[in-house]
């Protein structure tokens, strides 16, 4: 069975610092892995989406990377600012079965100014 | 807009009654997914359904029930409301997962 592990639970920052928010999966047999951000109260939203056969997917300062043979991937955010403040999830897709994917439980940022 | 859209956004009710959340999606997947978030904000399936098969966790009590009209609307029955049902429900849908999963913006369910 897939667990999806979210390192750190929570992390505070100041504005303009790059950040690391660790993913990690036990079954590496995955088809893709998607990250999002839920604001507080409200749905999630897609931001970035790495296959399994790539390495990496960037959209501006977001830039998410996949590691399937070690578990993990990594999303990097570059110069924080306090909009960045919300709860981001990852989310890996099993290769079959159900295709129902595996969330962890998030970290949850705060950029203060 | 191409979206997943969910009504009521919010839902208090009492114990006891019966409670339906409608979900719609316009972007033609496949499959369509209800998950349960608590008060620890852990996403947890409950349900997944295309039109060849209902996935159900077992965890899930059958007072929780869904039904799909069609291709592009699934959802969730609830009888018999219990103080532990409040929680955030989201809808999803995707094309097998595929390109990734869109989410429902959620309702907030307070069972009082």
């Known amino acids: 069975k897939q667990e999806v592990t979210q390192i750190p639970a929570a992390l505070s920052v100041p504005e303009g610092e790059n950040l690391v928010l660790n993913c990690s999966f036990t079954d590496s047999a995955i088809y893709n892995l998607q990250w999002f951000r839920q604001d507080p109260g409200k749905g999630l939203t897609s931001l970035l989406l790495i296959q399994s056969s790539q390495r990496e997917q960037t959209s501006g300062r977001l830039n998410a990377s996949l590691d399937k043979s070690s578990g993990r991937s990594t999303l990097y955010i570059a110069a924080s600012q306090p909009g960045d403040s919300a709860t981001y999830l990852c989310?890996?897709?099993?290769?079959?079965?159900?295709?129902?994917?595996?969330f962890g439980r998030g970290t949850s940022l705060i950029v203060h100014p | 807009d191409t979206a997943v859209s969910q009504t009521p956004k919010y839902l208090v009710t009492q114990m006891g009654n019966d409670k339906s959340i409608k979900c719609e999606q316009n972007l033609g997947h496949d499959t369509m997914y209800w998950y349960k978030q608590d008060s620890k904000k852990f996403l947890k399936i409950m349900f997944s359904y295309n039109n060849k098969e209902l996935i159900i966790n077992e965890t899930v009590p059958n007072r929780f029930s869904p039904k799909s009209p069609d291709k592009a609307h699934l959802n969730l029955h609830i009888n018999s409301l219990e103080l532990g049902d409040s929680a955030v429900y989201f809808c999803?849908?995707?094309?097998?997962?595929?390109?990734?999963?869109?989410f429902g913006s959620g309702t907030r369910l307070t069972v009082v």
């Open positions: 989310a890996a897709r099993p290769k079959g079965g159900s295709y129902i994917p595996t």
């Open positions: 999803a849908s995707s094309q097998d997962g595929v390109y990734g999963y869109t």
